[in-house]
């Protein structure tokens, strides 16, 4: 059964939905620091189940911390984007 709920603040999954399409890769550890967030695993999830996002995993050792990217030339317009980051799918000159 598919929700429309992230159990996350809005704030946050418009966070990480930027940040990976501004090509940044990103950790837990950047969530918290930037946006006081615990969550991104949980964002993730859903971006990548719910709404197909092609996001990469790499983990740092020796500590297993998980880094998550979009692939380099991502066509952000085929994207499918959560309602709280709707506005970041719109492309400049469309509307």
Not at 25 to 49: C, F, M, P, Q
Not at 65 to 85: E, H, K, N
Request: with cysteine; aromatic share 12%.
């Amino acid at each position: 059964m598919t929700t429309d709920k992230f159990f996350s603040k809005p704030t946050q999954v418009f966070w990480t939905c930027k940040a990976l399409l501004d090509g940044r890769e990103i950790s837990h550890r950047t969530e918290i620091r930037e946006v006081r967030g615990w969550r991104l695993g949980a964002i993730i999830h859903r971006l990548k189940t719910e709404y197909a996002w092609p996001i990469q995993t790499a983990y740092s050792t020796p500590d297993h911390v998980a880094f998550y990217s979009l692939p380099i030339g991502i066509d952000r317009t085929a994207l499918r984007f959560p309602p709280s980051a709707s506005a970041l799918g719109n492309v400049e000159g469309e509307e």
